[in-house]
């Protein structure tokens, strides 16, 4: 069985962008990319609008007391 306990932190790395590559070719790995960084952002700007919305909702508490 292969075990990946004694490979470091940059060897796994470099395991996993193999089989990436593998996998999708290097042709589709741009629009991987591409969706990836989208999603991320998408999910930073969900959260600041949470934390925006929760801010405001706190200050009407506030204000209403």
Known sequence: MFYLGAV?????LIIV???V????GGKKIPELMKGLGK???EFKNAS????????S???DEKESK
């Open 8 to 12: 470091g932190g940059p060897q796994i």
């Open 21 to 24: 590559v593998l996998f999708f």
């Open 17 to 19: 962008l193999v089989i």
């Open 48 to 55: 600041k609008g949470d934390q925006a919305s929760s801010d």
């Open 57 to 59: 909702e706190s200050e």
């Open 39 to 41: 999603g991320v952002n």
